[in-house]
Structures are given as C-alpha cells and as structure tokens.
C-alpha cells in the first residue's frame, strides 16, 4: 500500500530554518520523481519544489528558490525540504507527491504537515 508521511513541520520565527521529511512507504522511491507542495485556506494548492529521479534536476517555485532545498534518499526511502530565511508568507500546510511517470500527475499525497512562520 502506498503511502506518503510528512514529519518536521512547526512553529518557527521570521528568519528561520524547518527541515520537513517525506518517508515513502509501499514503492520503491528511485523510480519516481517527488514533489512537495503547500496550501494555505481559499488558495490552490501550489508546488514548491520537485526532485527527479536521479536528482539532478531540482525545479523550485520562484518564491522559495535560493532558500528552499529539496533532497532524496533513495536508500532511507526519504524525501526532505530544507526550508532557510523562513518568511510569513511561507505559512502553509506542506504536502508531499509522488508523480506518475506515465502521466507527469500526482498519484498520492501524503496527509500534510503545517508550518506556520511568526513572532
């Protein structure tokens, strides 16, 4: 069964640094590009960062690129966000995806994670 479980979210101040993790249950993880993305109440969903399969292409949104890093470990089954120079814009729920190959959509979400960035 497949199933996508996000950790690391939380309250941080202006400025500051979170590292979410997405560990992959059910697939094998090195055959499938991963995304992550964010929500807030009455916006669409928006993607923030995805990861290719060997993790060389790294496509970020252009609010979060410079400060955002994602990651994979293929091994770990584990796909991470380094979140830097948190702002309050960047309060959000946090989602995790796999994407199909065939079709380059998300088959599975995880359950999200929420960050809230404030003083």
């Known amino acids: 069964q497949v199933r996508l479980v996000e950790s690391g979210g939380g309250l941080v101040q202006p400025g500051g640094s979170l590292t979410l993790s997405c560990e992959a249950f059910g697939f094998p993880l090195a055959n499938y590009w991963m995304r992550w993305y964010r929500q807030v109440p009455g916006k669409e969903r928006e993607m923030v960062a995805g990861?290719?399969?060997?993790?060389?292409?790294?496509p970020y949104a252009a609010s979060v690129k410079g400060r955002f890093t994602i990651s994979r470990d293929d091994v770990g089954s584990t796909v991470s966000l380094q979140m830097n120079s948190l702002i309050s814009e960047d309060t959000a729920v946090y989602y995790c995806?796999?994407?199909?190959?065939?079709?380059?959509?998300?088959?599975?979400w995880g359950q999200g994670t929420q960050v809230t960035v404030s003083s």
């Open positions: 990861i290719s399969r060997t993790g060389r292409s790294t």
């Open positions: 995806a796999r994407v199909d190959p065939e079709s380059g959509q998300v088959d599975y």
